[in-house]
Each structure stands twice: as structure tokens, then as C-alpha cells.
């Protein structure tokens, strides 16, 4: 069964760090390009992060450019996501998503997602 | 960076009843246009890419259709387990960002 569970999530005060991680498996993860997507409370999707199946690629949001760094362990089948210099509106579900095929191709499988809250 | 805008926001729908969504992208995407369900508390999950094609698993009520700006998602007779919010993502764009819409709540009349 192909499936990716996220962690690392928790409550972290503003100007902080916290690494997410998302644990791939029933694929050949280093065959696929990977995504991280938030989700504020209440609100709609946004794209934040992307890295190829190399990890020789990486593409962020501007909203998380220069703070965020996106990488993968295909040794460990992992993904992950760094995030530093934490703000209240990073607080969001942070999904890991897989791309179906190339870059130019739909989010096919999702994690659960992790809770990140960013607050004093 | 293309954006996507979905109508309406909210759609009232008796089961047994079509229900059409509506996503308009401010630029061409082409056919490059993903669907997505998202239930409470659960995870997104696929339903069409490349405008038309139904994911892996998902009932042919589901169909997709467009290209270029203009997107219809339509559910030919509502489930209970399709109430829902859906999104609309392009993934033309190159760099990114891709984009989702806001989302349609589809509701029970």
C-alpha cells in the first residue's frame, strides 16, 4: 500500500524551528518528486515546497523563501521539511504529497498531515 | 502566479442531484488542472488530473472537463459520503508556484 505519514508537528513560539518529517512507503520513493502543502485553520490550501526525486531540485512559495528548507533521505525513504524563523502564520496542517509522475503532473497520494502551531 | 477562482463558494445539493463546480484560471493551464475532495479532518485526495481523468478508485459520477482557462467538475447524482470541499490545482505553471483554487463547499439541501 502506498503511504506517507507526516511528524515532527507541535507547538512552537514565534522565531522558532521545527523539522517535519514524512516516512514514505509502497513505492520507489527516489523515482518521485515530493511536495509539502499547509492548510491554515479554516482556510484552503497552498502550495509551500518541492523537491525532485534526486533532491538535486528544490522550488519553495515565496511566503516561506529563505526560511523553509525542503530535503530528502531516499536511503530512508524520508522527507523532510525545515522551518525556521517560525511566524504566526505558518500555523497550519503541513501535508507531504507525492507528485503522480513529473513535475507537470497532479499531487496522486497525501500523508494525514502534522499540526504545526506557531504561538506564544 | 496563476490564479485559480472557484464558484460558488457554497452549493446546496439534495442527494440523488447533480452538482456542477466551477474553476477559472487567469491564465491558459491547459488541460494541466487536478480536482480534489477534502472531507473534515481528513487529508486531500485526488479525484481528476489533466482536466478529465478520473484518479485510481474514484466512481464514475466524477467527471472532469475544460481546458485553457475554463473547468467544470461535475458529480451526476450526490452520495452522502460526497459532501465535501473541493479544490481546483494547476500545475501548469514553470517555476512554480502551482495553485489551488479556494475551495466549494458542497453542502446538503
Known amino acids: 500500500e502506498v503511504q506517507l505519514v507526516e511528524s515532527g508537528g507541535g507547538l512552537v513560539q514565534p522565531g522558532g524551528s521545527l523539522r517535519l518529517s514524512c516516512a514514505a512507503s509502497?513505492?520507489?520513493?527516489?523515482?518521485?518528486?515530493m511536495s509539502w502543502v499547509r492548510q491554515a485553520p479554516g482556510k484552503g490550501l497552498e502550495w509551500v515546497s518541492a523537491?525532485?526525486?534526486?533532491?538535486?531540485?528544490?522550488y519553495y512559495a515565496d511566503s516561506v523563501k529563505g526560511r523553509f528548507t525542503i530535503s530528502r533521505d531516499n536511503s530512508k525513504n524520508t522527507l523532510y521539511l525545515q522551518m525556521n524563523s517560525l511566524r504566526a502564520e505558518d500555523t497550519a496542517v503541513y501535508y507531504c504529497?507525492?507528485?503522480?509522475?513529473?513535475?507537470?503532473?497532479?499531487?496522486?497520494?497525501w500523508g494525514q498531515g502534522t499540526m504545526v502551531t506557531v504561538s506564544s | 502566479e496563476i490564479v485559480m477562482t472557484q464558484s460558488p463558494a457554497t452549493l446546496s445539493v439534495s442527494p440523488g442531484e447533480r452538482a456542477t463546480l466551477s474553476c477559472r484560471a487567469s491564465?491558459?493551464?491547459?488541460?494541466?488542472l487536478a480536482w480534489y475532495q477534502q472531507k473534515p479532518g481528513q487529508a486531500p485526495r485526488l479525484l481528476i488530473y489533466?482536466?478529465?481523468t478520473r484518479a485510481t478508485g474514484i466512481p464514475a459520477r466524477f467527471s472532469g472537463s475544460g481546458s485553457g482557462t475554463e473547468f467544470t467538475l461535475t458529480i451526476s447524482s450526490l452520495q452522502s459520503e460526497d459532501f465535501a470541499v473541493y479544490y481546483c490545482?494547476?500545475?501548469?505553471?514553470?517555476?512554480?508556484?502551482?495553485?489551488f483554487g479556494q475551495g466549494t463547499k458542497v453542502e446538503i439541501k
Open positions: 504529497a507525492k507528485f503522480g509522475g513529473s513535475w507537470t503532473d497532479a499531487f496522486d497520494i
Open positions: 509502497g513505492f520507489t520513493f527516489s523515482s518521485y518528486a
Open positions: 523537491i525532485s526525486g534526486s533532491g538535486g531540485s528544490t
Open positions: 491564465q491558459s493551464v491547459s488541460s494541466n
Open positions: 489533466g482536466a478529465s
Open positions: 490545482q494547476q500545475y501548469n505553471n514553470w517555476p512554480p508556484p502551482w495553485t
